[in-house]
């Protein structure tokens, strides 16, 4: 049983079009992220999300949109995308409060040409 | 703002032997944590240590923390082929922010 799911796995569209990502945990977790890695593997958060509330959200451009329908899925909207969107997207979830670990998923790879 | 620096980036060993990973970082933190990606894969949890503790096992693996010199190492013993991954350690900085990655360190276990 997949704990935090993600799809698509493979993403490939043009510089422009509006795409979305999708997440789900069924670990019961009530906080859920996004994080970007780019092609040195550098990882980096771009939103958080407390039981369907946003939390955190880093210096990520507008035309990047979470949205959280429920505790436990946070989807990932991005319009008018750019060559430098390219990059592998990670959703995670964990429970709140400190000192949690944060369960992955397998990873979007997006690639826009 | 990445907090998190691993050493060496890329280690190369044979199996068998131990590897010993580095990480340090800025800020006070509540907990560090290392996480290992196998490639084409997504992050797994492999332990976490509190800013009150010195050092922690988990099987093969041994994490120490030196908040005095704001660093951390994962030792893994007796290295097998399938620790052949990136290992990326995590702080958790004081004041509830977002964890913060590293850019972590390439193993490779040389059968």
């Known amino acids: 049983d997949t704990a935090v799911s993600q799809t698509p796995k493979y993403l490939v569209t043009q510089m422009g079009n509006d795409k979305s990502i999708k997440c789900e945990q069924n670990l019961g977790h009530d906080t859920m992220y996004w994080y970007k890695q780019d092609s040195k593997k550098f990882l980096k958060i771009m939103f958080s999300?407390?039981?369907?509330?946003?939390?955190i959200n880093e210096t990520v451009p507008n035309r990047f949109s979470p949205k959280s329908p429920d505790k436990a899925h946070l989807n990932l909207h991005i319009n008018s995308l750019e060559l430098g969107d390219s990059a592998v997207y990670f959703c995670?979830?964990?429970?709140?409060?400190?000192?949690?670990?944060?369960?992955f998923g397998p990873g979007t790879r997006l690639t826009v040409t | 703002s990445q907090q998190g620096e691993e050493d060496p980036q890329a280690l190369s060993i044979q199996e068998g032997e131990n590897a010993t990973m580095n990480c340090s970082y800025k800020?006070?933190?509540?907990?560090l944590q290392w996480y290992r990606q196998n490639s084409g894969r997504g992050l797994v949890h492999l332990i976490l240590?509190?800013?009150?503790?010195r050092e922690k096992h988990s099987g093969r693996l041994r994490v120490t923390l030196d908040t005095s010199k704001k660093s951390s190492s994962l030792l893994i013993t007796a290295s097998r082929a399938a620790d052949t991954a990136s290992y990326f350690c995590?702080?958790?900085?004081?004041?509830?922010?977002?964890?913060?990655f590293g850019k972590g360190t390439r193993l490779s276990v040389i059968a």
């Open positions: 995670a979830s964990s429970h709140s409060g400190s000192s949690y670990e944060q369960y």
């Open positions: 995590a702080t958790e900085p004081t004041g509830n922010t977002p964890l913060v």
């Open positions: 800020t006070s933190i509540n907990n």
């Open positions: 999300y407390n039981n369907k509330e946003l939390i």
């Open positions: 240590i509190r800013s009150n503790e």
